[in-house]
């Protein structure tokens, strides 16, 4: 029994569940990337805020876990804390040891994260810098034999002064790289520095500018994931995408309704919540693979409270539970983060995600949970 705190600050009895046991694995009638997070390592003797320090080991055996449930890798992303936390060198250094650890996995997929983050946006940068940075990166990628995930561009956001400059980076870009890439829309609740992105601050008519882009590369797409929780903006943008271009949801509080689809209609995926609820997502994935929608539905509705809450604003600290999911399951012995953002959340908001973890059948073994939920709180102060 622990007692976690609420929010008026007093002390809630809780008896976790019996574990359940998931039947996962695929082959799946969807597409499904986790955008997984980095283990960091509290050993080395660094100023988090500075410099990162990660734990290459347990953060590639996390990929392992991933693929081995049948989910796909999105490498780099900002789950990884890219960032926030996660520089480029770091971000390339773990895209290298991602690709080699998926050749040794018959099937394994992954893509990697392309962005211009090591170029800081100023004003003295100018948009044929922002291609550079994009090329540079793309560049080492493509060297290790990575696909490529084309991440939204604080630098492009900052310089860009009309539409236009969207279309010729994009433009530039997309001739140049080997296999078609995702495309990766990032809306400003995820990163305030991407706001009025595409050129414009008008969800609509950012949506016609992105699509034009689309439609003059589609040869060069493979998809597009949109981050903007909201699913009639992905389902309106979903039904114009050209031929052949895939929608990945990144919409964290709608993805099972936009995931199962209706009719010919459906989004594949591309979730960072994925990494937090990863045996449930996929049993999930192979319910509908069998054409057993209640089942689908029945697994993932209990993981929606608990997304909703991870993502909660401010959204762009997600991480933190989603690295506390991964500290309570045993799938690192610490709970500390690069950058220090083990401190972006309260000790309340992580006892909420214990809960609704708890709920949705998604702590592995309870009482190590609950033993590494009471030295959480024991740091904080809390005697639970």
């Known amino acids: 029994m622990l007692r976690l705190p609420i929010s008026d600050g007093s002390l809630q009895a809780y008896k976790p569940r019996p574990p359940r046991v998931w039947k996962t694995g695929g ?45 796909g890798v999105a490498e780099a ?94 433009g530039r870009i997309l001739k140049q790289v080997r296999e078609p890439v995702i495309i990766h829309w990032l809306g400003d609740m995820f990163d305030p520095a991407l706001k009025g992105y595409w050129g414009h601050a008008d969800t609509a008519k950012a949506m016609d500018v992105c699509l034009s882009i ?67 997502a996929s049993s999930a994935l192979a319910a509908l693979q069998r054409g057993d929608h209640a089942e689908y539905e029945s697994i993932l509705a209990p993981t929606i409270p608990l ?15 989603i690295v506390f999911m991964a500290y309570l399951n045993s799938h690192q012995p610490n709970f500390t983060m690069v950058g220090g953002q083990e401190s972006a959340r309260s000790a309340v908001h992580l006892s909420q995600i214990f809960r609704l973890a708890d709920e949705a059948g998604l702590l592995n073994d309870p009482d190590i949970a609950a033993a590494r939920m009471k030295a959480v709180l024991n740091v904080h102060g809390i005697d639970c």
């Open 307 to 321: 997304s909703r809450h991870i993502f909660k604003a401010p959204t762009q600290f997600y991480k933190t539970g």
């Open 77 to 170: 992303m900002d789950t990884s804390q890219r960032g926030m936390g996660l520089g480029w060198k770091d971000a390339l250094q773990l895209i290298s040891l991602s690709l080699d650890a998926a050749r040794d996995l018959p099937g394994a997929i992954i893509f990697s994260g392309a962005g211009t983050d090591h170029l800081a946006p100023g004003p003295a940068v100018r948009i044929d810098d922002v291609i550079e940075a994009y090329e540079e990166q793309i560049a080492a990628i493509e060297r290790l034999d990575g696909r490529i995930i084309l991440m939204a561009s604080r630098a492009l956001a900052a310089a860009a002064r009309s539409p236009d400059d969207y279309a010729k980076v994009y």
């Open 214 to 280: 689309l439609a003059d590369h589609a040869d060069r797409i493979d998809g597009i994931k949109i981050s903007l929780l909201d699913k009639e903006k992905e389902i309106s943008m979903r039904r114009r995408l050209p031929a052949g271009i895939r929608m990945y949801t990144g919409d964290d509080f709608n993805y099972p309704e936009l995931i199962a689809g209706s009719g010919q209609e459906h989004s594949d995926a591309l979730l960072g919540i994925f990494d937090a609820i990863a045996p449930a």
């Open 27 to 71: 082959p799946f009638n969807r597409i499904a990337l986790a955008a997984a997070h980095v283990v960091a390592d509290p050993r080395a003797d660094v100023d988090p805020w500075m410099k990162s320090a990660i734990d290459w080991d347990a953060t590639i055996q996390y990929r392992r876990h991933l693929w081995s449930l049948g989910l």
